[in-house]
């Protein structure tokens, strides 16, 4: 698969501009060769309340990406906010287990990293 940037410009439903750094990571890395995807984390859609609900099981603070290299690592993109509470706590346990996790601001730090 080859990387082009011109697909990661393209039109989304959703404004998020966190959303869509996600996206232009996944595609990227995947370009690259890496075996990586998108952690869903939001809940399940109630039908009837016509919302989501949130998963009682569900650990918070799980980035967005998982990555497999040679071993495993996690990646979070934060475009305008920081890390919430439960976010660096999970920071906090990768580096106590020793996995890599990455914060990531632009697709050119990712670019920088995985080049």
Same mark, same amino acid.
């Given at each position: 698969?080859? !990387?082009n940037p011109e697909f990661l410009n393209r039109p989304r439903k959703k404004n998020n501009p966190e959303t869509h750094l996600v996206r232009q990571c996944i595609i990227y890395l995947r370009a690259k060769? !890496?075996?990586?995807g998108k952690i869903k984390t939001h809940?399940?859609?109630?039908?009837? /309340?016509?919302a989501y609900? /949130?998963?009682p099981l569900a650990w918070v603070g799980v980035p967005?990406?998982?990555? !497999?290299?040679?071993g495993l690592a996690f990646i979070e993109c934060k475009v305008t906010s920081g890390q919430s509470p439960t976010q660096k706590q999970f920071q /906090?346990?990768?580096i106590a /287990?020793?996995?890599?996790?990455? &914060? &990531?601001?632009s697709i050119e730090k990712l670019e920088e990293m995985f080049g």
């Open positions: 698969m080859r !990387f060769g !890496f075996q990586t809940g399940v859609y109630d039908k009837v /309340a016509k609900r /949130a998963d967005d990406i998982l990555l !497999f290299m040679p /906090a346990n990768c /287990a020793n996995i890599p996790y990455y &914060i &990531i601001h």
